[in-house]
T-cell receptor, first 112, second 115 residues
Framework: AQTVTQSQPEMSVQEAETVTLSCTYD???????LFWYKQPPSRQMILVIR??????QNATENRFSVNFQKAAKSFSLKISDSQLGDAAMYFC?????????FGAGTRLTVKP | SQTIHQWPATLVQPVGSPLSLECTVE??????LYWYRQAAGRGLQLLFY??????ISSEVPQNLSASRPQDRQFILSSKKLLLSDSGFYLC??????????????FGPGTRLTVL
């Protein structure tokens, strides 16, 4: 079974600094997708970034970028120029077909 | 983009009582629909998904069931609630084309407490 592990329950970053959230996953498949979702205190899940496993190029969305290491089954999220509004729970997710598996999440605190 | 509505927002129910949570979607037609449960301090667990009216797939055996009576309506039910059914329930929708790369849009969720 596919599992997703986020080894950092909590992380903290100073405003304007950079932080990296870790994620590893376990799969025997070669075709899948990876996502980072953000859940602010409102509990609304919001897509941050997605990566297709067959693409070697790392995805980037403005201040958010990923480091995708397929052989190592690692998918970390880098947030640059952190803002107060980035404070939230961040979930890494693995998806194949209709089945999306989420990690337990990392709570990010942004200090002013 | 899609808008997902869920109600009720919060619910407190006694053990053994029935349950009905509703999800409706605006802004798309024939979406794929999903029910997730989020336990306290945990990630989301996929419970059910539906690719069309009357088509329901279950990911985990449990005390819950789902139905899709209309294209943009998805209902989560139980005949008798258990304490372990407590949690935060999220409905999600996505376009039915594009496969597994699709962005899922989530509703605001229902917090269920079973006492």
């Amino acid at each position: 079974a596919q599992t997703v592990t986020q080894s950092q329950p909590e992380m903290s970053v100073q405003e304007a600094e950079t932080v990296t959230l870790s994620c590893t996953y376990d799969t025997s498949e070669s075709d899948y997708y990876l996502f980072w979702y953000k859940q602010p205190p409102s509990r609304q899940m919001i897509l941050v970034i997605r990566q297709e496993a067959y693409k070697q190029q790392n995805a980037t969305e403005n201040r958010f970028s990923v480091n995708f290491q397929k052989a190592a089954k690692s998918f970390s999220l880098k947030i640059s120029d952190s803002q107060l509004g980035d404070a939230a729970m961040y979930f890494c997710a693995y998806r194949r077909r209709y089945d999306m598996r989420f990690g337990a999440g990392t709570r990010l605190t942004v200090k002013p | 983009s899609q808008t997902i509505h869920q109600w009720p927002a919060t619910l407190v129910q006694p053990v053994g009582s029935p349950l009905s949570l509703e999800c409706t979607v605006e802004g798309t037609s024939n979406p794929n629909l999903y029910w997730y449960r989020q336990a306290a301090g945990r990630g989301l667990q996929l419970l059910f998904y539906s690719v069309g009216i009357g088509q329901i797939s279950s990911e985990v055996p449990q005390n819950l069931s789902a139905s899709r009576p209309q294209d943009r309506q998805f209902i989560l039910s139980s005949k008798k609630l258990l304490l372990s059914d407590s949690g935060f329930y999220l409905c999600a929708s996505e376009q039915n084309s594009g496969g597994a790369s699709n962005e899922q849009f989530f509703g605001p969720g229902t917090r269920l407490t079973v006492l």
